[in-house]
Nanobody, 125 residues
């Protein structure tokens, strides 16, 4: 599956952005999807994950209550709605597919097979 992320940009602190990740192929609904981010000089970290059905969802503690992950299997797209953005949210955001999503456990980048190209999110103070 090929993934194409979009929706990044420059926003002031407190603002919102919605990231989208469009997937090619007919098997999108069979993949767990996740969002990761990587800030300069830091390791890639998980942000959110969503199961095939959308029932099981994971959020990193740093984004709980501010970010919402969702998916539309009919449109082969996963979304990340980001509200109340903070300067520390500045990073390149990547969507990924094909890994596991274990209840209560953060997604691990090494376990995800397919990756989008990343979209830059910059939050100014």
């Amino acid at each position: 599956v090929q993934l194409q992320a979009s929706g990044g940009g420059l926003v002031q602190a407190g603002g919102s952005l919605r990231l989208s990740c469009a997937a090619s192929g007919r098997t999108f609904s069979s993949y767990v999807m996740a969002w990761f981010r990587q800030a300069p000089g830091k390791e890639r970290e998980s942000v959110a994950g969503i199961s095939r059905s959308g029932i099981t969802i994971y959020y990193a503690d740093s984004v709980k209550g501010r970010f919402t992950i969702s998916r539309d299997n009919a449109k082969n797209t996963v979304y990340l709605q980001m509200n109340s953005l903070k300067p520390e949210d500045t990073a390149v955001y990547y969507c990924a597919a094909g890994g596991p999503l274990r209840i209560g456990t953060e997604p691990k980048a090494a376990e995800y097979i397919y990756w989008g190209q990343g979209t830059q999110v910059t939050v100014s103070s």
